[in-house]
Nanobody, 124 residues
Framework: VQLQASGGGLVQPGGSLKLSCAGSGFNLNYYHIGWFRQAPGKEREGVSCISSSDGFTYYADSVKGRFTIARDNAKNAVYLQMNSLKPEDTAVYYC??????????????????WGQGTQVTVSS
């Protein structure tokens, strides 16, 4: 069971990146998939989540209107489109798979499986 996060990089403020989370060894369609980020010296925080079945999505207030999460069931992948990036978005981004209840959807502890992380740096 593995998750592979990719798509990070260096981008200027106002730019865009698209992160990918691919699953191997298990079907992502059966899990809620969350994107989290961790900046140096800070705790891992929930950014966005998409449910396994009904299309419910969650966004942290700091990314609402800028980030979009989506599934591609045929490719067993989940994507995070990040637009209008800001320097404060700089962090290592991780994807996680789990079955959290609504009240825990943004908590890293509610997710079972994790990818290795991909670095996003927003800087001019």
């Amino acid at each position: 069971v593995q998750l592979q996060a990719s798509g990070g990089g260096l981008v200027q403020p106002g730019g865009s990146l698209k992160l990918s989370c691919a699953g191997s060894g298990f079907n992502l369609n059966y899990y809620h998939i969350g994107w989290f980020r961790q900046a140096p010296g800070k705790e891992r925080e929930g950014v966005s989540c998409i449910s396994s079945s009904d299309g419910f999505t969650y966004y942290a207030d700091s990314v609402k209107g800028r980030f979009t999460i989506a599934r591609d069931n045929a490719k067993n992948a989940v994507y995070l489109q990040m637009n209008s990036l800001k320097p404060e978005d700089t962090a290592v981004y991780y994807c996680g798979a789990g079955r959290p209840i609504l009240s825990t959807i943004s908590r890293p502890s509610a997710y079972y499986y994790w990818g290795q992380g991909t670095q996003v740096t927003v800087s001019s």
